[in-house]
């Protein structure tokens, strides 16, 4: 089933769960707002009292940003509709509330954080508030040590690993991060003049080699609820508070790819900033601040294996924030971090930079001893 905007006033009206906040017989007020590549996100209001708001995402059929010659199943908004509640439950306060879901129509009726705005935006305006970055770390530390393989009892591991067996959305990241970015592949694009470095990389054989290695372990390591595509545009804030939205690529998987997609869109923040050491210095200080943070917050009694763990999760982190890097770069999906720069000089000098920031990542990414080694390379 798909919905449109002239759809929704009376299949809202089938649904009155959805809108249980306005007055009966209200009249919707309904708007698309959002600039999404896969799902249409609606506000609808109450017209006569507009401070009833609610917020709707939907996943068509196919993907919306390329129509319906492109299918992608629908169960995309099921595997984020199980992530809003879980996360709710073990990191409270971090998402958007969610009242309703519809899995037959894939519709998921949500709080309307009408106030906040993407975390990039403020990035991208020099804006760096460090306590969103401990919030994001606290967020991660309670969900992935909440549903962490070595935390729970084997029941409770196998219900997760089939809740949450996102196959199809598991493999679009496998493509779009750890492959088509270094192949000759149609949704390759890049800055003109970054060429001979990308054709240099696609030809490293040690790079490969660790690119293949960490795309195993994305596809194969089942260790805890991933969010799976948490990056800058993934966070909203309003008040000094975060919310972590779009959580329809959630999957039992390597936890640490949380993490490096996080850090690697504060990398490129850094690099996007080439001038301006303030901002510059103060992404750095978030970027340990989530690590820090996330590494309290990681719970396990057995301090010995935390340590284990948390110097596992480190190392895939670092490889996976060099490879998200890297595809931002010269794959399919580039960051208005980087792409907002006008002056050609100025993004070329940003992009080889982050492009060889990115390879050292991946290549070395066992031989960081801390986060503090990653900083002192900036």
Do not use: C
Not at 133 to 154: K, L, V
Not at 298 to 325: P, R, S, W, Y
Request: hydrophobic share 40%; no cysteine.
């Amino acid at each position: 089933m798909e919905i449109t905007l002239a759809t929704l006033p009376n299949y809202l009206r089938q649904r009155p769960k959805m809108t249980r906040s306005f007055e009966q017989g209200a009249t919707f007020r309904i708007e698309e707002i959002g600039d999404g590549n896969l799902n249409t996100v609606y506000r609808v209001s109450d017209a006569t009292h507009t401070e009833h708001s609610i917020v709707l995402k939907h996943a068509p059929p196919y993907i919306k940003i390329l129509g319906p010659d492109y299918p992608l199943s629908i169960e995309r908004l099921t595997f984020e509709a199980r992530a809003l509640e879980l996360y709710a439950r073990f990191a409270n306060d971090t998402v958007p509330t969610q009242y309703d879901f519809d899995p037959e129509a894939a519709v998921i009726a949500m709080e309307d954080l009408r106030d906040a705005h993407v975390l990039r935006d403020d990035l991208i305006n020099g804006t760096v508030d460090t306590t969103i970055a401990e919030q994001i770390g606290r967020f991660m530390g309670a969900a992935h040590s909440r549903t962490y393989i070595n935390n729970i009892d084997s029941a409770t591991a196998e219900h997760y690993k089939q809740q949450f067996a996102n196959t199809t959305m598991q493999a679009i990241t496998a493509d779009y991060v750890f492959t088509f970015p270094f192949t000759e592949h149609e949704t390759n694009f890049w800055t003109p003049g970054l060429e001979p470095e990308i054709q240099r990389l696609k030809a490293d054989t040690d790079f490969l080699e660790q690119a293949e290695h960490l795309k195993q372990i994305f596809l194969t390591a089942q260790q805890g609820i991933t969010h799976g595509d948490l990056h800058t545009g993934s966070v909203l804030v309003q008040d000094n508070t975060a919310k972590v939205i779009d959580a329809e690529f959630a999957f039992y998987g390597p936890v640490g790819f949380d993490l490096g997609l996080y850090w690697a869109n504060y990398l490129l923040a850094h690099f996007a900033h080439q001038d301006n050491q303030r901002v510059q210095s103060a992404l750095k200080t978030a970027i340990g601040q989530t690590w820090q943070t996330y590494t309290t917050t990681f719970e396990m009694t057995d301090t010995e294996l935390k340590t284990q763990t948390l110097e596992n999760i480190f190392h895939e982190a670092v490889g996976f924030a060099g490879l998200e890097i890297l595809r931002r770069l010269m794959g399919a999906a580039h960051v208005k971090d980087i792409e907002n720069i006008l002056d050609i000089s100025q993004k070329l000098r940003a992009e080889k930079a982050a492009l060889q920031f990115g390879i050292t990542l991946v290549k070395q990414h066992n031989a960081f001893s801390d986060v503090a080694a990653i900083i002192a390379m900036l």
